[in-house]
């Protein structure tokens, strides 16, 4: 009898934690669901007094509340990109070094290591860092080429957040490389091509998938990137004329304005800033994911 | 020369300059490492890790507000999100065809890229605009939503290499399916949701765009988790920011110490899963 009592007390705590299970995941789901029906609302006000011509307006006016995020979304794809352009060379040549060159061994980790861990640094420790020592030299180089020398800026901004994206691009690209199955590589040497040949011929293509999401994924990053840029960009609102003057990025005016914001309005235009960003960057990451797991699902 | 000689060459030299772009790549993480060493450690003394900060132009003080503030905004995101993640992990990796399942996952996917920014301003709809202040709780909760997709990928993933056999003996045995999975599946793939955990922990403790508009920051030591509360990237901001020098020195110091502290954590998560 008693042990008939307690099997059935293991029963239902095997129900309890069964139901347990779906409730966490069930909550997650309404996590999800709810992040955007806040954002979207909070986002109402200024959603209906604006329409998408947010998106093309250039003003951004608290005082008589006219809002618009086109300098901002010029300057959150031009710093992305040009962080981008930057860091693919790079990040192409860690994927070959450390996909082939040096795929095992005490200078393959340690170039792993050193590679990979300014990803860890914390963005606000970077944006000091190049306040105090990139701005100060790009100021130098202005100065030699005649700009205006305000040393913070697009293109400030831009190198910081090339070194931060480099080692997601490079970390996936070498990954790729090392997927490369030997037969391949072993029967191109056969036909008697050299090891650059091989790489060009068959690594680089066998792994372009890969590759190509890891700079997805790395400008979802890119764009939605924060403090080391807000530090370095120099908030300027209007239209940056080239990628050495001061500007702007969506996360930037956020997190610059988001405390200050006075007036439904104003608030609520942050609030269309951030709604934006989450949909451009989930999208963008969902890309990258997909383009990533197309290339698991092939092995 | 022959032509074949010509293409060794080419790929020798192609080889020697790709290591030294490579090479060239690791410049801005030994400069950034050098420069906050340099200006850094000097500051670092007992006073700076045990006193609270003096107003401005006073010598002396510390940072001890924020080393407290981080810690408790840590542990509350932790406490938010380890349990909750560790069982939606299960879930997943358990039922991983079901139809709740895929739609978490892609969830769990989502939130992961999400930039944190975004993730403060939805602390602050939830948590900031209810209660009506800035406050702890909300910095924990934006931290906690960060934390949470990597506790769940890293829960999921471990399971999910358990070999079945384990799982078979255990419930062949008689032992009933929670216990099988708390008892036996858990204590198997520990050190991966530890990983998950300690990589969190080292992502969390330097965000800085989240806590901006929940935690907000706070001159004054403070233990109440529904007042504004300082944390180190906070502090670091403010600091880097201004127009003092002595606060800049500060917040070297403060720079050093989370630097030195969050890159220990990816160290030692990084020793972990590779003798795994």
């Known amino acids: 009898m008693a042990n008939q009592s307690t ?3 293991e029963l239902s705590k095997d129900s309890l934690f069964n139901l347990l299970l779906v409730v966490s995941a069930v909550l997650l789901v309404m996590l999800g669901v709810g992040f955007f029906l806040s954002l979207f609302q909070a986002s109402l ?20 509340e006219r ?3 086109l300098p901002f979304i010029y300057g959150t794809l031009l710093t992305s990109f040009i962080a981008l352009a930057i860091s693919l060379p790079f990040s192409i040549a860690i994927s070959i070094v450390l996909g082939e060159y040096f795929q095992k061994g005490f200078f393959a980790e340690v170039l792993r290591y050193l590679t990979e861990l300014i990803a860890g640094v914390p963005s606000v420790v970077l944006g000091f860092w190049g306040l105090f020592f990139l701005v100060p030299i790009i100021r130098e180089l202005e100065m030699k080429f005649d700009l205006p020398p305000y040393g913070v800026g697009i293109f400030t901004a831009s190198l910081i957040l090339a070194f931060m994206i480099l080692p997601y691009s490079a970390s996936i690209g070498k990954d790729a490389m090392r997927l490369v199955p030997n037969e391949l590589k072993e029967a191109a040497y056969a036909l008697g091509t050299t090891r650059w040949e091989m790489i060009k011929k068959i690594m680089l293509p066998y792994a372009r998938s890969g590759i190509i999401a890891g700079i997805i994924l790395s400008l979802g990053r890119a764009l939605g990137e924060t403090m080391a840029v807000t530090m370095v960009i120099g908030n300027y609102h209007g239209i940056p004329e080239n990628i050495f003057s001061p500007g702007n990025t969506i996360a930037s005016v ?10 439904e309005v104003y608030l609520s235009s942050l609030m269309y800033l951030g709604l934006t960003l989450f949909i451009v960057t989930t999208v963008v990451n969902i890309i990258g994911r997909f383009v990533l797991k197309k290339l698991q699902s092939q092995r | 020369m022959t032509k074949y000689e010509l293409r060794i060459i080419k790929s020798k030299v192609i080889s020697v300059i790709l290591t030294f772009i490579t090479i060239v790549s690791t410049f801005p993480f030994l400069l950034v490492l050098y420069f906050i060493m340099k200006n850094g450690i000097s500051v670092i003394n007992w006073e700076f890790l045990t006193s609270l900060p003096k107003p401005v132009g006073e010598p002396g003080g510390g940072i001890l507000n924020a080393i407290i503030g981080t810690a408790i905004l840590v542990t509350i995101a932790l406490i938010l999100s380890v349990p909750f993640g560790i069982l939606a992990g299960i879930y997943l990796a358990e039922r991983s065809e079901t139809k709740i399942a895929f739609i978490s996952r892609l969830v769990s996917e989502i939130l992961q890229g999400v930039p944190s920014i975004v993730i ?27 934390m949470l997709p990597l506790v769940i990928k890293s829960t999921e993933e471990i399971l999910k290499l358990i070999p079945h056999e384990l799982k078979e003996a255990s419930l062949a045995l008689g032992v009933p399916y929670y216990k099988t999975i708390l008892k036996v599946m858990i204590p198997a793939g520990l050190s991966g949701i530890l990983t998950g955990v300690l990589t969190g922990i080292a992502r969390i403790a330097g965000e800085t765009a ?31 920011i201004s127009p003092y020098e002595n606060w800049w020195a500060k917040a070297w110091g403060a720079s050093c110490i989370l ?9 030692i998560t990084r020793l972990i899963s590779t003798r795994r």
């Open chain 2, 259 to 267: 630097v030195f502290f969050v890159l220990s954590l990816n160290i």
């Open chain 2, 210 to 240: 989240p806590l901006l508009f929940t935690a907000f920051g706070n001159p004054f030591l403070s233990f109440n988790i529904l007042k504004p509360i300082s944390a180190l990237p906070l502090l670091i901001f403010t600091y880097a």
């Open chain 2, 120 to 146: 403060g301003i939805i602390a602050y709809l939830w948590v900031v605009k209810p209660i009506g202040y800035f406050s702890a709780l909300s910095g924990g909760v934006a931290l906690g939503i960060i």
């Open chain 1, 254 to 263: 956020i997190a610059n304005e988001f405390t200050e914001a006075t007036g």
């Open chain 1, 7 to 9: 099997k059935k007390l």
């Open chain 1, 67 to 69: 809002f618009g995020a």
């Open chain 1, 45 to 64: 006000i200024s959603l209906k007094e604006f329409g998408l011509s947010f998106f093309v307006k250039a003003e951004w006016d608290p005082v008589q």
